[in-house]
Every structure is written in structure tokens, then in C-alpha cells.
């Protein structure tokens, strides 16, 4: 086991010394700097709904929406959707709150797909690289299995990617204190779940938001890794894994009216498909069903991983 842990120490000490991750860290720093940046641009982000008048407040808010949308037939659906919010707040007697660190952090959920992209070229280049740089067999005169060394190389994968979300995380979090303050411990907002509007903890939607893209973002990050292992190409590796995260959802409702459509894999990622009692667009799928055809593509994945870096040989490499 401390074979394995030094490998995984290793790889993580590979990895995050080359600039390239630096600059990965870097771009979403950036991004995130500059989506705050626009958002605080916009002003006056919630801070009047402090005020005793708050009432007052949300219905002029619903007055100008409303002569918005009769102006611009574009701002139909976002208004409409801001309307009933404002209704809702005025019909519960429940004061909003102001912009804040905890809502910038929910909505910077979005970055995953950022995260995702980070993931799929590291672990690309996690196991093909070896082979390019012609280092796989400085690795392989070891003591140690090939198995050993294969998933110290994956779990260092899943660690960058656990690493990176956290850094969104709580980057997020301060540049949203630096600019738009701390709503509360425990912030609560109005949000439409599908099955209507409800009163929410912003932190729980946090955790539930980040937890379901983070199944999309193991399992991307899984096939890109079986790709370097089968192919020892990074390129083909990246290609394909950022092909199929972009157009995934395109070829599910390409085939969604074939039976055997609900097993495709990005059918099954999003399993928040499935919260708040929704049912899936395509027949005879459930929450169990996913993540019984999820384990099944991981396991399926790990497996050809496996197979082909430990009987591969390495020396004409």
C-alpha cells in the first residue's frame, strides 16, 4: 500500500509541476474573476430588498418587467420566470436576499464543464505520454505491477479533478465575498425545481448541483483515460472524450425514439434528470436504472484500461 501511495505522490508531484496545469488553474481563476467582474457591472444586485419597502420594491420590479417584455417579446420567458418569483416572495411574505458569495458559488455550477475539459485532457496525456516520451519503461523496470502503476496514474486523475472542483469551489466563494458580500450562513432563495417554485437553501443546492455534474465529470474523465490506455495516443483521447461531452446529448435525441436508446451512456449522466419526482424523456428508464448502466460503462471502461496496459507489450515502445 505505501508502494501505491508514493506512485500516486509521484504522479500528483508530475502533474502539478508542469506549467501547463498551472495555466489551467490560471484560465479558470480568470473566468471566474471575470464573470464576477460582469456580474457586479449589472449593480444594485438584490441590496434594495433590505430595505423595510421590499414589498414596494418587488412590485415596481414586476411593473418594469412587464413593460419590458411588452416592449421586447425576447424577454418573455426570462421575465415571466422573474415575475413569478417576485410573486412568489410577495405570497409567501418572505423577504429576499441580497446577491451574495453563496448564489455566485451556485451559479458558477456551470463552470464544471470547464473542470470537465481540464479532466479529460489530463487524463489523456496521463498514460499515453509515457509511451510518447518513451518514460513507460523507466516505470516498468520497477518492482512494482503494472496494476499498481496504472491506478496510482487514475486515481491521480480523480484527485486533480476533486482538487479542481474544490479550487472552484472556494475561489469562487471569495472573489463572490470580495465582491458582492456574505448573504448568511445559510442563505435561502426562491428556485424553480421543475415541479414548480420552492423556498431553497442555497447551500444545499450547491452540494446537489456540483454532485450531479460531478458524475458527468468522473465518467468523462474515466473514458479519456481507457482511450490513452487502449490508443497510448492523447490526441485521439481528447478528441473524442470533448467530441462526445459536447455532442453527448445531441446523439441521445438524435436516437431517443429507439428502445435501445436509453442505454447509451450520456442518456444515463445526468442523473438530475431524476430530481424532484421528474421522470426521463425517453420510456422505461429510472434513477436505478442510470446508475446500474453508469457502473456498468465504469466498470466496462476500468476493465479494457486494464487489459490493455498490462498486456501491451512495451518494448518497442
Aim: aromatic share 14%; charged share 15%.
Amino acid at each position: 500500500m505505501s508502494n501505491l501511495f508514493h506512485l500516486i505522490y509521484n504522479e500528483l508531484k508530475k502533474l502539478y509541476i508542469q506549467k501547463s496545469s498551472k495555466i489551467m488553474y490560471i484560465v479558470l481563476g480568470v473566468i471566474i474573476l471575470g464573470i464576477a467582474i460582469v456580474s457586479n457591472s449589472v449593480g444594485n444586485l438584490g441590496e434594495q430588498y433590505e430595505q423595510e419597502n421590499w414589498r414596494e420594491v418587488l412590485q415596481e420590479e414586476n411593473k418594469e418587467l412587464t413593460q419590458e417584455m411588452e416592449d421586447k417579446e425576447a424577454f418573455q420567458g426570462m421575465n415571466t420566470a422573474q415575475i413569478e418569483k417576485n410573486n412568489y416572495y410577495l405570497e409567501q411574505d418572505i423577504q429576499p436576499v441580497s446577491y451574495g458569495a453563496w448564489q455566485f458559488v451556485m451559479e458558477n455550477e456551470m463552470l464544471l464543464s470547464v473542470v470537465s475539459l481540464l479532466t479529460i485532457i489530463v487524463a489523456a496525456g496521463i498514460v499515453a505520454n509515457e509511451f510518447r516520451w518513451g518514460t513507460i519503461k523507466l516505470l516498468l523496470i520497477r518492482p512494482i505491477t503494472r496494476t499498481k502503476i496504472l491506478l496510482s496514474k487514475y486515481i491521480t486523475v480523480l484527485l486533480f479533478a476533486l482538487f479542481t472542483l474544490v479550487f472552484v469551489l472556494v475561489f469562487s466563494w471569495i472573489i463572490g465575498a470580495l465582491f458582492f458580500g456574505i448573504e448568511g450562513i445559510d442563505p435561502k432563495v426562491v428556485l424553480d425545481q421543475g415541479d414548480g417554485l420552492a423556498y431553497v437553501s442555497v447551500i444545499n443546492e450547491i452540494i446537489t448541483g456540483y454532485g450531479y455534474k460531478l458524475v458527468n465529470l468522473v465518467m468523462m474523465a474515466t473514458f479519456a483515460f481507457m482511450i490513452s490506455s487502449v490508443f497510448r495516443n492523447s490526441t485521439i483521447a481528447i478528441g473524442l472524450a470533448i467530441f462526445l461531452m459536447m455532442a453527448g446529448n445531441q446523439i441521445v435525441l438524435f436516437f431517443a425514439e429507439r428502445s435501445w436508446s436509453k442505454y447509451i451512456l450520456f442518456a444515463n449522466t445526468d442523473l438530475s434528470q431524476y430530481a424532484n419526482g421528474n421522470t426521463s424523456l425517453i420510456e422505461g428508464m429510472s434513477l436505478g436504472f442510470s446508475i446500474t448502466v453508469l457502473l456498468v460503462y465504469y466498470a466496462v471502461f476500468l476493465l479494457l484500461s486494464w487489459l490493455f496496459f498490462t498486456k501491451r507489450d512495451v518494448a518497442g515502445s
